[in-house]
């Protein structure tokens, strides 16, 4: 990605496409590429199982953590709807991963 949001920070796209995923908004691209890099993520990350579990387990994640970005989505998703803000997947993932989530080398 050309995003200048991600140079120097890999682990930044993964943990926006990890809220992505858990909120139902992932694209099939996105999916599909995240699927083919699950091996080399295992190996970086010594850890076994799907990408977003291999993310999950590498930030330490609760095993809740999909319910809470669900939950913490529909409530971001109705306040802006009452304020007549757009809210779109992309811009909640990167505020939620900026404030909750903020990786090392972010």
Same mark, same amino acid.
């Given at each position: 990605?050309?995003?200048?949001?991600?140079?120097?920070?890999?682990?930044?796209?993964?943990?926006?496409?990890?809220?992505?995923?858990? /909120?139902? !908004?992932? %694209?099939?691209?996105?999916? &599909? =590429?995240?699927?083919?890099?699950?091996?080399?993520?295992? *190996?970086?990350?010594?850890?076994?199982?799907?990408?977003?579990? /291999?993310? !999950?387990? %590498?930030?330490?994640?609760? &095993? =809740?953590?999909?319910?809470?970005?669900?939950?913490?989505? *529909?409530?971001?998703?109705?306040?802006?709807?009452?304020?007549? /803000?757009?809210?779109?997947?992309?811009?909640?993932? &990167?505020?939620?991963?900026?404030?909750?989530?903020?990786?090392?080398?972010?």
């Amino acid at each position: 990605m050309n995003n200048p949001r991600y140079h120097g920070k890999p682990t930044l796209r993964l943990l926006e496409c990890y809220v992505l995923k858990a /909120i139902g !908004a992932l %694209s099939p691209a996105d999916a &599909e =590429n995240l699927s083919a890099m699950q091996p080399k993520l295992a *190996q970086i990350y010594s850890a076994s199982g799907t990408w977003d579990q /291999i993310i !999950a387990s %590498s930030m330490h994640l609760p &095993e =809740n953590m999909p319910v809470l970005i669900q939950n913490m989505w *529909q409530k971001h998703q109705k306040t802006a709807a009452e304020k007549n /803000i757009p809210l779109t997947p992309q811009h909640f993932a &990167e505020m939620f991963v900026d404030h909750n989530l903020a990786p090392q080398d972010a």
